[in-house]
């Protein structure tokens, strides 16, 4: 078996009928792209570098890389996320995953990543990679009576720590109308119907897709943050098209854009913790930072869309002090956190465990909307 870069050619074909044949997809496939050609990645310059594994003339593990811009420390830097590796089960176990992240990230000068499971951690760590911390996400309860009678079981692990789920469990099965009861209470507590209320009146318009005019608002919050991705128009259109699901909606001022986010209403039918509950997940926001205003103004909308779209819950995505804040004071509750976020870098000077305490992550980085985004 050989692992190295794809070249071009014949094993760009080999890795099409890999990909067709493990997730029925085109590599980097996106649907809307013949569709609108404006929602091109603005940071393509070529096919992206590929690492396969090959055996016996096929593609038997594969990872690929996207192009775009992380902001490091004050400086804004090309970067490349990988997509998950995959290796087909019968070449499992044979270190072939490590091989992958070895050879990809030694090709580029810095690389990033999201994960979940133990055997994806435990290849790049062996590379070198650092995982300084995870992608923290919000919940805000909209039906108590249809969250509560979903989580049992297994389920409940989602939202408590481990060690309390059995106790968890049977208090949910014992206490459902109390607990559904206490909900509503702590949420008129935090004001949540006043909040619902001026979400209705507020001036921000759902798009097909952001105009460049939201760039500047990046340029405005950027040296806020120690580490994130560069959040401009063009990136954020092709990697969220409406044409996959996904919803935008922006707050413009006369003065310029006040606040934008990335959403998708979704029904959740793939048997995990939520399943069977209507969701709507914010993946990825900005805001005016100056404004304290500004940042209620935007959970103030998403507690009204997300009320009268008839969801079960809403989903926040993000970890900052004013976010953590705002979101407590709208009867949000911060989740066990499950994606870690990964870093590689050639630049030894690099430290993310440092950078990561002043870090902005959402949904929206890389490839970490997952389970929470359109089907």
């Given amino acids: 078996m050989e692992v190295r870069l794809c070249h071009e050619g014949p094993e760009r074909e080999l ?26 990645n603005p940071y393509d310059a070529g096919p992206p570098p590929t690492a396969i594994a090959i055996h016996d003339g096929a593609v038997v593990g594969h990872v690929t890389s996207t192009p775009f811009r992380l902001w490091v420390n004050g400086v804004e830097r090309p970067a490349h996320w990988l997509s998950g590796i995959h290796v087909l089960p019968e070449y499992r176990g044979q270190g072939v995953a490590r091989q992958l992240a070895a050879c990809i990230t030694n090709a580029l000068p810095l ?30 309860i909209v039906n108590p009576g249809a969250f509560l009678r979903q989580m049992s079981g297994e389920r409940v692990e989602r939202f408590v ?49 952001f105009e460049c005019n939201i760039d500047a608002l990046w340029e405005q919050e950027k040296s806020t943050f120690s580490l994130t991705h560069v959040r401009r128009a063009g990136y954020l259109n092709w990697q969220f098209p409406v044409a996959k699901g996904w919803q935008k909606v922006v707050w413009t001022a006369p003065a310029g854009v006040r606040a934008w986010a990335i959403f998708a209403i979704m ?21 005016d930072s100056g404004d304290p ?17 008839g969801v079960d819950i809403t989903m926040f995505s993000g970890d900052r002090p004013d976010l953590r804040r705002a979101l407590s004071a709208a009867a949000f509750i911060k989740l066990p956190s499950t994606i870690y976020a990964g870093f590689g870098s050639q630049d030894q000077s690099d430290n993310f465990t440092e950078l990561f305490p002043g870090s902005y992550i959402t949904r929206g980085y890389a490839d970490a909307a997952g389970g929470l985004g359109p089907a």
């Fill in 293 to 309: 205003s500004t940042l209620d103004s935007l959970i103030s909308y998403f507690l009204h869309r997300a009320y009268i779209a």
């Fill in 161 to 209: 720590p481990r060690g309390f789920k059995t106790a968890a469990d049977l208090a949910l099965r014992l206490f459902r109308g109390p607990l559904q009861l206490g909900i509503r209470c702590w949420q008129r507590l935090r004001t949540v119907d006043a909040k619902f209320r001026h979400g209705a009146m507020l001036p921000f318009v759902e798009v097909a897709n």
């Fill in 267 to 287: 029904e959740y039918r793939d048997g995990g913790q939520l399943h069977g509950l209507k969701a709507l997940n914010v993946v990825d926001a900005l805001w």
């Fill in 111 to 140: 690389v990033t990543g999201v994960a979940r499971v133990a055997p994806s951690l435990r290849a790049f760590i062996a590379t070198n990679w650092v995982w300084p911390g995870k992608i923290a996400d919000h919940i805000h």
């Fill in 15 to 40: 890795v099409a009928e890999f990909c067709r044949r493990v997730f029925d997809v085109a590599p980097n496939a996106r649907a809307d792209a013949a569709v609108d050609s404006t929602l091109a």
